[in-house]
């Protein structure tokens, strides 16, 4: 089954401690981005990449780095988490860039 | 820079009735325009996308939307609401090679029995 796999589901940390979302996708595309969801906010892009090796911040990249070096993965690092970065986050893939995206299930993350 | 305004933050119809969610866009290129839906709990799906040719695109559902140019819109329509529609809708907008995409900040949608 075609999908994309975020993990963990939900996540409760205190503001310092480092974390990692986990992002995976099977569909062999090309374009993987990053998204957080605030209520009355939409959805603000993170970062994305266009390929591997290739990322580049959107719209609300402080506090976070990602890495693409496999094609299939784009995990999202929170060095330094803060309570402000208390949120859901989605993972997306598409087959190129301007292509619909396929979003994972989301991970809720409250940072204490 | 690109936007997307959603002007309808909440929305409620009853089942039955028809539907038009309101999508505008600012983009100085071609854009590429796509609904989203995202039920409670879930990831968003895919609604319908236009890229170029027919203004007015059929998606899943049931559900339509038709591009004019002149009013920079994307209207989302739906002649008659079913009750498992009631969710969050988003209006998106992206261009080729770009990387970004924009959303809209969303209409949540009540139906009424």
């Known amino acids: 089954e075609a999908q994309v796999t975020q993990n963990p589901r939900y996540l409760i940390t205190v503001t310092g401690k480092k974390l990692t979302v986990t992002c995976s996708q099977n569909?062999?595309?090309?374009?993987m981005s990053w998204y957080r969801q605030d209520p009355g906010l939409g959805l603000r892009q993170i970062y994305y990449s266009m390929n591997v090796e290739v990322t580049d911040k959107g719209d609300v990249p402080e506090g976070y780095k990602v890495s693409r070096k496999e094609k299939r993965n784009f995990p999202l690092i929170l060095e330094s988490p803060s309570p402000n970065q208390t949120s859901l986050y989605f993972c997306?893939?598409?087959?190129?860039?301007?292509?619909?995206?396929?979003f994972g299930n989301g991970t809720r993350l409250t940072v204490t | 820079a690109q936007s997307v305004t959603q002007p309808d933050i909440h929305i409620t119809v009853s089942e039955g009735a028809s539907l038009e969610l309101r999508c505008n866009y600012s983009y100085g290129a071609t854009p590429y325009l796509f609904w989203y839906v995202q039920s409670p709990g879930q990831g968003l799906q895919l609604l319908l996308k236009?890229?170029?040719?027919?203004?007015l695109v059929q998606g899943i559902k049931g559900f339509e939307a038709e591009f004019k140019r002149s009013q920079s819109s994307f209207n989302l329509r739906k002649p008659s609401v079913h009750w498992s529609d009631a969710a969050e809708y988003f209006c998106a907008v992206g261009a080729y090679n770009a990387g970004k995409s924009t959303f809209g900040d969303g209409t949540t949608l009540t139906v009424k029995p």
């Open positions: 997306a893939s598409a087959a190129v860039d301007n292509s619909p995206l396929h």
């Open positions: 236009y890229f170029s040719g027919d203004t």
């Open positions: 569909m062999n595309h090309e374009y």
